[in-house]
């Protein structure tokens, strides 16, 4: 463990934690939006552009040499209520200047204000806008990476043109929480906190069914899925859902890579700046995108 990340756990443990465990969601989304500015910043020559695809916002974020295609299609986290394509653009900015591929973030609805399936909705459309025209890799963070393997379930279920691949960071993947690490790693978790986990599925899922795979897309069917690609932290209370999720698609015959890394935070390559373990993830995986 580098020096930088022994800094930043203790940091996200005496002040991050609290916050996303007490703070109303309009005060977390000002905060989030305020400091992705200060902390996040992408590489020299980096561009982002603001666009609509299928009535829906988007932004790009791209390095100055990237290539048309394939696209990145990266879906934000913020347990859908907060987060956009501001806070993750940065992050997208430095795996394009990897990869050499254009990032399209969109800013889909949010709740409460606009509860599931809204994001679904929204993801799926700006999937369908993009894939008429490029070949697509999904990705994801936290619910962000809940949303890509929901749109991955949807896209095959409808028989539409699949992706090159799918990548997801710390991913939530099961709305019912029935994960071991839930309560493992409740007081190990750096970040996320498990007491508001009630509030925040009521004002994603308004009363509707968690284990609707749109929701919870480990209940998906991914048959015929291209690669896919997971990281997430030993300590996160969300360790189990990447850890089943990369079981039920073997058991589906997918080609899918997990790596659980040790004492790594929630969604650590958002800190590619200062941390070099956030860099040596994103590393890792621009190299497995290079190579589908």
Wanted: aromatic share 8%.
């Amino acid at each position: 463990m580098s020096w930088q990340l022994a800094l930043l756990n203790r940091h996200l443990r005496w002040f991050e934690k609290p916050a996303l465990a007490r703070h109303p969601v309009e005060r977390l989304r000002r905060s989030f939006e305020l400091k992705s500015k200060f902390y996040f910043h992408g590489p020299w020559g980096r561009v982002y552009r603001r666009d609509t695809l299928a009535g829906v916002p988007v932004q790009w974020a791209q390095a100055r040499d990237a290539r048309e295609e394939p696209v990145i299609l990266y879906l934000h986290g913020g347990a859908y209520v907060f987060g956009s394509s501001n806070t993750h653009r940065a992050m997208l900015a430095r795996l394009s200047a990897l990869t050499g591929l254009r990032a399209c973030l969109p800013d889909y609805r949010l709740a409460p204000e606009h509860p599931f399936p809204a994001q679904i909705e929204d993801a799926l459309a700006v999937y369908r806008a993009l894939r008429t025209g490029h070949e697509v890799i999904i990705g994801g963070d936290s619910a962000g990476g809940a949303l890509s393997f929901a749109l991955l379930h949807e896209i095959l279920a409808q028989d539409i043109a699949p992706p090159k691949g799918v990548f997801a960071l710390s991913p939530l993947t099961d709305m019912t929480f029935s994960g071991a690490s839930i309560t493992e790693n409740a007081e190990r978790d750096v970040v996320l906190a498990p007491g508001r986990i009630g509030e925040m599925c009521e004002m994603f899922l308004a009363g509707h069914d968690p284990d609707d795979p749109r929701a919870s897309p480990l209940r998906g069917q991914y048959d015929g899925a291209p690669p896919v690609w997971m990281v997430v932290g030993d300590t996160e209370f969300l360790r189990d859902d990447a850890v089943r999720m990369q079981a039920r698609l073997r058991a589906q015959g997918v080609t899918s890579v997990l790596h659980v890394a040790p004492d790594h935070p929630h969604v650590w390559p958002l800190f590619h700046n200062v941390l070099p373990e956030a860099k040596a993830t994103l590393n890792d995986l621009a190299d497995w995108i290079r190579a589908l």
